[in-house]
């Protein structure tokens, strides 16, 4: 299915069902110096995203799969566009955009009011790297993927199903890797970290990610799983030393540090690299074979309960 005429991209598309749980609300003390927080209730991915529900989706756009990104300043969302004859079209209003032509870079959009910043030029595809075969198993988190492809994979998930997906604030991804009120110091069914709680690595014999429903690692007492190990995830947030300062919306020119990405993966081999605190930095454009990423929604899912295929 081509994308050629934009608007009419997500017609006729099909979704993977991304088991979910509810996180109450809250209010805590955020660490590494990120002060108190309120949290509002949302829903959280069970686990990160599969290769086998990325696959879904991405096999389903044909051979044409770039795509336009831009910030719309109303909602501070995404704005997806794709290439069609006549010019960017936004996928979702069916406005065009305006009358310009993928080149192979960023391109700036300033004379557009609606639009903030520039408009990214992102291609979603399925990586499948010769010699790693080991990483691509269905039940095995997605890896390689920019920070784009993981937004715009969310935005595609929201369009088919209209349910409210996105990626999680940091604030959000700890308080539910510390289990909301229970405060764990690691996201492990007990809170405490050893190599029968979490995938990272044994002193060099680990070299893979496993997959999501791994029976060796238990959820947590919320039922998500794999919120310390197995992945590195990306979050919303622009890099900040301080946690409370850095920002969510999409682009940022004077920022050459990164989104932050939580959880630790399979390639540590230290415990506090995985702990519900630590926070590393990624660039945007930045691959991994550590890194992947997990979808959280605002929307309630029925009587707030979790959903599961």
């Not at 890099?239 to 399979?266: H, N």
Request: aromatic share 10%; hydrophobic share 35%; glycine share 12%.
């Amino acid at each position: 299915m081509s994308i050629a005429y934009g608007a009419k991209m997500v017609v006729g598309l099909t979704a993977p069902v991304i088991p979910m749980v509810p996180i109450e609300a809250g209010r805590y003390q955020m660490g590494a110096g990120g002060g108190m927080h309120s949290i509002s209730s949302f829903q959280m991915g069970v686990h990160p995203v599969t290769n086998g529900e990325y696959g879904h989706v991405v096999n389903q756009l044909g051979a044409e799969r770039y795509f336009a990104i831009a910030t719309d300043p109303r909602s501070h969302r995404p704005v997806l566009g794709a290439r069609g004859d006549e010019g960017i079209f936004d996928i979702a209003s069916h406005e065009l955009l305006s009358a310009i032509y993928y080149m192979g870079s960023s391109v700036s959009v300033s004379d557009l009011p609606r639009f903030a910043g520039s408009i990214q030029f992102v291609k979603l595809e399925e990586r499948h790297l010769v010699g790693l075969e080991r990483f691509y198993g269905p039940k095995q988190p997605v890896v390689d993927v920019a920070w784009f492809e993981a937004v715009i994979f969310a935005e595609i998930m929201r369009m088919i199903t209209g349910i409210d997906y996105r990626l999680p604030t940091e604030k959000e991804w700890e308080w539910a890797a510390r289990g909301g009120d229970l405060a764990l110091e690691y996201g492990t069914s007990t809170g405490r970290i050893d190599r029968s709680m979490a995938h990272y690595c044994r002193g060099g014999d680990v070299n893979n990610t496993i997959d999501v429903d791994d029976a060796r690692y238990p959820s947590m007492p919320s039922g998500l799983r794999h919120m310390a190990g197995n992945v590195r995830e990306w979050t919303l947030n622009w890099y900040a030393d301080d946690p409370s300062e850095s920002p969510i919306y999409l682009f940022d020119s004077g920022r050459s540090v990164g989104k932050v990405t939580r959880g630790g993966s399979w390639m540590d081999d230290t415990t506090s690299s995985l702990s519900v605190e630590n926070r590393y930095h990624h660039r945007v454009d930045g691959y991994g074979m550590d890194l992947g990423f997990r979808l959280m929604a605002l929307t309630p899912f029925g009587d707030n309960q979790r959903i599961t295929p």
